[in-house]
C-alpha cells in the first residue's frame, strides 16, 4: 500500500499573503491533481499533472499555481490569500488517470485553509 | 458551468429501503463515471466505476446504471444501513484524459 501525505493540515493566512500547501506520494503513481472542497460545491479541480513537470489547468486553476518537480510530489500556490477564505484542499494520485484507464483516485487528508 | 451536477444536496432513507443518487452530465464526451464515499472529516474514496460501452453494473448492494442519451447516471443501494449514511460525489471524464470532474455531491442519511 501507500500513503499520500499533505501538509500542512491546517493554514492559516493573512490577506494578500502566498501560501504553499505541499502533497507527497509513495505509490509511484504518474497522475497527481488538487482539487478544492467547499460546502455544497463539491469537488473543484484546480490542477492536475501527468507526470514530472507536466502541469495542466483545471476548471479553478486561476489565483493558483502549481509545481511538479518530482513524480512523487505536487505542491500547490495560492498565489494571494482572499480575506475570510475557508477552503478544504485535497490532494489525489492516480496510477496514469483516472478517467483514462479507469485508475482510482487516492486522496490525501487534505489541508484546511482559513484566511484572516 | 458546472459539467457535472448532483441536484439533490441531501436524502434521507429508511434502513432496509432503496437508496438512489442521481447525477447529470453535459460533455457528449465524457465515457468514464464513477461514484466515490466520503465520510466527514475523511477523503473521498471510490465506490464503484463503469465505462460507457455497458448501461449498468453491479457490485453486491450497489448498482451503477448508464443513461447516455438522457446523459444521467444513478447509484442504487439496495438494503440500505445506517453505515451507508455519508456523502456521494459522482464524478465523470474522458477516457483519453486524466482529468476527472465531480459533482457537489449528495448527503445520504439512513436512518434506524
Known amino acids: 500500500g501507500g500513503i499520500i501525505t499533505q501538509t500542512p493540515k491546517f493554514l492559516i493566512g493573512q490577506e494578500g499573503q502566498k501560501l504553499t500547501l505541499k502533497c507527497q506520494q509513495n505509490?509511484?503513481?504518474?497522475?497527481m491533481y488538487w482539487y478544492r472542497q467547499d460546502s455544497g460545491k463539491g469537488l473543484r479541480l484546480i490542477y492536475y499533472s501527468i507526470t514530472e513537470n507536466d502541469l495542466q489547468k483545471g476548471d479553478l486553476s486561476e489565483g493558483y499555481d502549481a509545481s511538479r518537480e518530482k513524480k512523487s510530489s505536487f505542491s500547490l500556490t495560492v498565489t494571494s490569500a482572499q480575506k475570510n477564505e475557508m477552503a478544504v484542499f485535497l490532494c489525489?494520485?492516480?496510477?496514469?488517470?483516472?478517467?483514462?484507464?479507469?485508475?482510482?483516485?487516492?486522496f490525501g487528508a487534505g489541508t484546511r485553509l482559513s484566511v484572516l | 458551468g458546472q459539467q457535472v451536477k448532483q441536484s439533490s444536496p441531501s436524502l434521507t432513507v429508511q434502513e432496509g429501503g432503496i437508496s438512489i443518487l442521481n447525477c447529470d452530465y453535459e460533455n457528449d464526451m465524457f465515457d468514464y463515471f464513477a461514484w466515490y464515499k466520503k465520510y466527514p472529516d475523511n477523503s473521498p474514496t471510490l465506490l464503484i466505476s463503469?465505462?460507457?460501452?455497458?448501461d449498468k453494473r453491479e457490485d453486491g448492494r450497489l448498482t451503477v446504471f448508464l443513461n447516455k442519451s438522457g446523459k444521467h447516471f444513478s447509484l442504487h443501494i439496495t438494503a440500505s444501513q445506517p453505515e451507508d449514511t455519508a456523502v456521494y460525489l459522482c464524478a465523470a471524464g474522458v477516457g483519453g484524459s486524466a482529468k476527472l470532474i465531480f459533482g457537489e455531491g449528495t448527503k445520504l442519511t439512513v436512518s434506524s
Open positions: 505509490f509511484n503513481h504518474d497522475t
Open positions: 463503469v465505462r460507457s460501452n455497458v
Open positions: 489525489a494520485s492516480s496510477l496514469t488517470g483516472g478517467a483514462r484507464d479507469q485508475n482510482t483516485l487516492y
